[in-house]
């Protein structure tokens, strides 16, 4: 940002995972003032909890925002939702703009997960409450073009709506060789080909592909060992599906610290990644850039019309499957072990591409043009990529799930442009 503005961040005292938290109440980083409203913090373990924890922080954070000095920009993601309530709340009684950045679209996600009945009482009244969210903001900020046609699916003019894609650090996150890391050896995979979940195994996310061909290597490949990393809702059911098959060649380890992430993601051989096809435009997984910040190739199970597809394929990191397409996906890990060349060439792709789409710099830059841009300093630049994005988009463009033979053939396509 510019000199002289003031950057003020409103959030909750609780951590991501366990709900509690010992973050000070106001914090200086950087010039970045951080203030921590003390909401509830019971945590994921209950979704009764779970609902006061959200509406406790909707109620502190728009007091918070309502009752201090005025912003000229107030920026709301969409987690939890409806917080973006709070930006349109300011907006309209003190003339504040407002920045919605969509991170996972709500309350998509709950219709796609079942969780809401979309022509129900509740579907109808979150989806009156969302829509107007997103039509009243000054400027929707999404994370792939995909997400931007379910955005404008809600009735928001393209002028509103804006591409800017998440990112990761460059620095932090950056390609080191086996030989150099010492959580290979620490974790006895020196002489193991690792394919790699990290993150959160969450309702979106689909697992059976990889589980299948887990099963289908632990004979025939056993120098190859599955590890998934993090925690989430659908873990304790892939527990068990490995326990049924009685799998040996698959391994459960808990978070890393952050200080050791760049080991832990580099330490893997390949990554795996999914997204139910129905999710599309309703989540865009943000582990993908950590992936190709790695230079690691990266599996991707789901439509090969999404976000994550899109950017896989544009870089030549990886390859598509299908919803079924375990074998195919067992295939392709067999070849990338026989082919240490292929396998390093593609994560090499994938970091020349993240450097120059996905870096911290890069995505901050454009955030600073968009954000100064609306307090009255010109950037011609913004202006025209918003233009050329959103004629891109179209109203049809998310898809359902599209038959195994299609992400097949887009999968060998790739392979052969690469």
């Not at 969509?102 to 829509?131: S, T």
């Not at 590890?227 to 068990?240: H, S």
């Not at 991707?300 to 375990?326: C, K, L, N, R, Y």
């Amino acid at each position: 940002m510019t000199e002289g503005h003031e950057v003020r961040v409103i959030c909750s005292r609780g951590r991501y995972l366990e709900g509690k938290g010992t973050a000070p109440r106001r914090e200086d980083r950087n010039g970045v003032v951080i203030e921590r409203v003390g909401a509830t913090s019971f945590g994921k373990r209950s979704h009764v909890g779970r609902l006061i924890d959200y509406l406790s922080f909707h109620a502190l954070a728009t007091a918070r925002v309502l009752f201090s000095r005025q912003a000229d920009v107030v920026v709301t993601l969409t987690t939890p939702p409806l917080i973006g309530l709070c930006g349109r709340l300011a907006r309209a009684i003190r003339g504040t703009k407002h920045v919605n950045f969509v991170m996972d679209l709500h309350p998509d996600a709950e219709f796609e997960c079942k969780m809401i009945r979309r022509r129900g009482l509740a579907g109808r009244f979150f989806a009156r409450l969302a829509g107007s969210i997103l039509r009243r903001a000054d400027m929707n900020v999404v994370l792939g073009r995909f997400q931007g046609a379910r955005v404008l699916n809600w009735g928001v003019d393209r002028e509103k709506i804006t591409e800017i894609p998440v990112w990761s650090d460059g620095d932090e996150i950056a390609p080191v060789l086996h030989a150099d890391n010492p959580l290979r050896e620490r974790m006895g995979w020196s002489e193991r080909f690792v394919v790699m979940y990290s993150g959160n195994a969450g309702l979106v996310h689909v697992f059976d592909e990889v589980l299948d061909a887990a099963e289908r290597l632990a004979e025939t490949d056993p120098e190859v060992l599955f590890v998934f990393v993090g925690g989430g809702p659908r873990k304790a059911e892939i527990e068990a599906s490995v326990r049924a098959k009685g799998l040996a060649n698959v391994q459960f380890l808990n978070y890393f610290d952050r200080s050791e992430l760049r080991y832990s993601l580099t330490a893997a051989d390949v990554h795996f990644m999914s997204l139910r096809p129905r999710h599309v435009g309703v989540a865009v997984p943000g582990k993908l850039y950590g992936i190709l910040a790695a230079g690691r190739p990266v599996l991707f199970v789901g439509s090969p019309q999404s976000d994550s597809a899109g950017t896989i394929m544009e870089a030549g990191a990886g390859s598509i499957f299908g919803i079924g397409e375990g074998a195919e996906l067992a295939d392709e890990i067999r070849e990338l072990k026989s082919n240490p060349d292929q396998c390093r060439e593609q994560g090499e792709r994938g970091r020349e591409h993240f450097i120059e789409h996905h870096e911290r710099a890069v995505c901050v830059a454009a955030w600073c043009t968009l954000l100064e841009s609306m307090v009255g300093v010109e950037r011609g630049d913004i202006v025209e990529e918003t233009e050329s994005v959103s004629e891109a988009w179209a109203l049809d463009e998310v898809p359902g799930a599209l038959p195994a033979s299609a992400s097949r053939t887009t999968r060998e396509e790739t392979s052969k442009s690469a």
